[in-house]
């Protein structure tokens, strides 16, 4: 399994597959993969050529300071999972490879799905995540 610490590598080596037209499946995470991640692994294994998947603990999905610091982090045992399941790509890149200092989520309008589910309990969760896919 190759492992990727920064986005430029990462673009690079994308780039490369692009040019050759390789279906490349991607599965993003927080780490501390359980069965459902390892699920969508496998699934995308059987559907693409490469399998990529993003272990980012994103600080700015979380409203407190406090829930980011005691978020669980595990990424030997993740690598180990991944290196298992035959995943091609672990793409684990730091904060600052990801945002300026003190970067904070955009807003963005997501017409109330931000006030169900994970939105209903942490208010700018939805927009720390879609600033990040961005």
Known sequence: ?????????IISFLKNK???????????T????HEGHMHLINVAKKECKIVICSIFINPIQFNAKEDFDKYPRSLDEDIKKLSLAKC???????ITDLYEKD??????NFNGLDTLME????GSHF?????VLE
């Open 30 to 33: 927080m780490g501390c993969l």
């Open 1 to 9: 399994m190759q492992i990727f610490k920064t986005k430029n590598n």
């Open 88 to 94: 091609d790509v672990l793409y684990a890149p730091e």
């Open 127 to 131: 927009n720390g995540v879609a600033t």
């Open 119 to 122: 939105g209903e309990y942490r």
């Open 18 to 28: 692009r040019k050759d037209n390789i279906i490349t499946g991607f599965v993003p």
């Open 103 to 108: 970067e904070k989520e955009k807003s963005y």
